[in-house]
């Protein structure tokens, strides 16, 4: 059982999106981004160290701040609506493996973060989950459902925990990107 061709390049891809998220640049990580398909709105930053999947299936909207070491996986459709604050270490996962499959089959479907809400440090979002706008989602939670706009979400699983206020008075892109990359 040989290595296929198609695997080279599938490798090479990888290969190519792990060193675009280690360029110290703000603004050429975007450029390479946006070459690989990947939509981003303006005033939008990705911090060094990200792994993406599939750029072509994500859409970031504008004031969008993925922090350091995050994970956006776009393999089944990722979408991120403007003003969104996504801390260092978030993984967003659109597809998974099927824990019921005697095959271990993959499974998964698209991902949606409404505008104006926060993914704190280290939380994990999973296949197939809407996250309303305004939401916050606590670090360290792992989100497994869909929740309504303005929730608050912590534990693991996620659950509500309590609401957040409506009236949201700042844009993340009004502040230039922090020093550290």
């Not at 050429?28 to 993406?52: D, K, P």
């Not at 459709?77 to 969104?84: H, K, M, R, S, T």
């Not at 939401?135 to 912590?154: D, L, M, Q, W």
Request: with cysteine; net charge positive.
């Amino acid at each position: 059982m040989g290595i296929q061709v198609g695997q080279h390049a599938r490798g090479l891809s990888l290969l190519a999106l792990k060193a675009i998220g280690a360029i110290p640049s703000h603004i050429v990580r975007l450029w390479l981004y946006r070459r690989c398909g990947m939509r981003v709105g303006t005033r939008s930053y990705i911090y060094g160290g990200a792994e993406v999947r599939s750029p072509s299936k994500i859409v970031i909207g504008s004031d969008v701040i993925v922090g350091n070491y995050s994970t956006l996986d776009g393999r089944n459709g990722l979408f991120i609506d403007d003003n969104v604050n996504i801390s260092s270490g978030v993984w967003i996962w659109t597809m998974q493996h099927d824990h019921r499959s005697p095959t271990f089959e993959a499974s998964g479907g698209e991902v949606r973060i409404g505008k104006n809400s926060w993914i704190s440090s280290r939380a994990t979002i999973l296949p197939g989950v809407e996250i309303g706008e305004g939401c916050i989602v606590a670090a360290g939670a792992v989100v497994t459902k869909s929740f309504p706009p303005y929730t608050i979400i912590g534990g693991v699983p996620g659950k509500k925990i309590g609401t957040r206020k409506v009236e949201i008075r700042y844009k993340l892109g009004d502040s230039k990107p922090t020093s550290f990359i």
